[in-house]
C-alpha cells in the first residue's frame, strides 16, 4: 500500500489530467456520477486531512506565529485581489467572474502539503497555514466575496457560511477527534488515506468537467488563460513575499505553494450552492481543480532541480 500510494502521489497531477480529459472529451463517461456527491467527497477529502492531523500539527501555530500570520494574510489579501483583476481585466462575464472570484476567496487547497513535501519546503508550516486558513475560510471567504461581487451580484454570505462550515470545517474537526481518540487506528490507515484523497479529487473534477465539459469548451482560451495566470502569479508572489520578509529557502517554497494552490474543489461546490443559478460559476473551479495539480508537480520538479545544482555548485565550490 505504501508503494501505491507513493506511485500515486508523484504521479497526481497525470492521474488527475486523464480524468479531466475523459470527462470533457467523452463526457458521457462520467456522467453516470451523480453531480450532488461533490460536497460529500470533498468531505472525505477533509476527513481524511483531519486523520492526519494532530494538535501538535498547530504548535507551528504558536511557535512561529509570525510565518503562519504573514502566510494567512498574504493567502486571503493576494488571491482575491488577483483572481477579482484578472477577471475585470480580461473582461470576464459575470457568471465566470464569480467562479474566479471564489477560487481566489478559497483557502489554500490540500494538495499544497503533498507539493510542498514534494518541493524540499517546510511541511510543519505549509500543514499550519493550511490548517489556519481552512478554519479562518467560513468567515473570511463569505466576507471577501461579497467584498468583491457586492457591485455584480448578490451573494448569499450565510448559506456559504454554513456550506463551509458543513463541507470543510466539521469533517476535519471529526478527523481530528478521531485521530485523538483512535491514534493507532488511524496511523495504520495513513497509507491509504493519500489513494482515498487523490480518488476523492479525480472524482470530484470527472463529476464538475463532464457536467460543464460543453461550457468550458465554448467558453475559449480566455477562462484558461485567466485561471492559469492566477495560479502562476500566487505562486511568484507567495515566493517574493517570503524573500521581502527573508525567509530561508524552505519556507520560501512552503508559501509559494500554499499562496498559489486554491482549495478549487470547495469553490466549485461553492459556485453550485451560493449560485445555483449561474451554472458557468463553476467552470473556474474545474480548470483550477486540473492546472493547480499539473503545476504544482512541475514546480515541485523545479524546486528540486535547483536545490540538486546549488549543492552540486557547492560540493565543486
Known amino acids: 500500500m505504501k508503494a501505491a500510494s507513493k506511485f500515486i502521489s508523484r504521479f ?25 456527491s461533490v460536497n460529500y467527497l470533498l468531505m472525505v477529502v477533509m476527513f481524511g486531512m483531519g ?13 512561529r506565529p509570525k510565518d ?29 467572474l464569480v467562479g474566479v472570484v471564489l477560487v481566489g476567496t478559497c483557502p489554500g487547497g490540500t ?3 503533498v507539493i510542498t513535501y514534494l518541493s524540499g519546503g517546510d511541511v510543519a508550516l505549509s500543514v499550519g497555514m493550511t490548517s489556519v486558513n481552512t478554519l479562518l475560510a467560513p468567515l473570511l471567504t463569505p466576507a471577501l466575496t461579497y467584498l468583491f461581487l457586492q457591485t455584480s ?3 448569499d454570505v450565510w448559506a456559504m457560511f454554513l456550506s463551509i462550515v458543513e463541507v470543510v470545517l466539521v469533517p476535519i474537526l471529526l478527523g481530528l477527534l478521531i ?12 497509507d491509504v488515506l493519500p489513494v482515498i484523497s487523490v480518488a476523492a479529487i479525480c472524482i470530484i473534477v470527472a463529476i464538475v468537467v463532464s457536467n460543464n465539459s460543453e461550457k468550458i469548451l465554448s467558453t475559449g482560451a480566455v477562462i484558461f488563460a485567466v485561471v492559469i495566470l492566477h495560479n502562476l502569479l500566487g505562486y511568484l508572489c507567495g515566493y517574493l513575499i517570503g524573500m521581502l520578509f527573508r525567509f530561508d529557502p524552505k519556507r520560501k517554497k512552503a508559501v509559494s505553494v500554499e499562496i498559489g494552490m486554491q482549495n478549487s474543489g470547495l469553490a466549485t461546490s461553492l459556485a453550485g450552492s451560493a449560485f445555483p443559478d449561474m451554472s458557468m460559476a463553476a467552470v473556474p473551479g474545474a480548470i483550477f481543480s486540473v492546472w493547480h495539480n499539473i503545476s504544482g508537480a512541475i514546480l515541485a520538479s523545479v524546486f528540486r532541480k535547483a536545490d540538486r545544482c546549488k549543492a552540486e555548485k557547492e560540493k565543486t565550490g
Open 68 to 96: 503562519i500570520i504573514i502566510g494567512c494574510a498574504a493567502q486571503f489579501v493576494i488571491m482575491p485581489l488577483l483572481a477579482f483583476g484578472l477577471g475585470k481585466l480580461f473582461g470576464l462575464e459575470n457568471e465566470l
Open 153 to 155: 451580484v448578490d451573494v
Open 51 to 63: 486523520l492526519t492531523m494532530k494538535p501538535a500539527d498547530f504548535a507551528v501555530v504558536f511557535s
Open 179 to 190: 485521530n485523538k481518540l483512535f491514534g493507532r487506528f488511524t496511523e495504520k490507515a495513513k
Open 111 to 113: 494538495s499544497s502539503n
Open 12 to 36: 497526481m497531477a497525470v492521474i488527475v489530467l486523464a480524468v479531466a480529459a475523459l470527462a470533457l472529451f467523452v463526457p458521457k463517461s462520467c456522467l453516470w456520477i451523480p453531480s450532488g
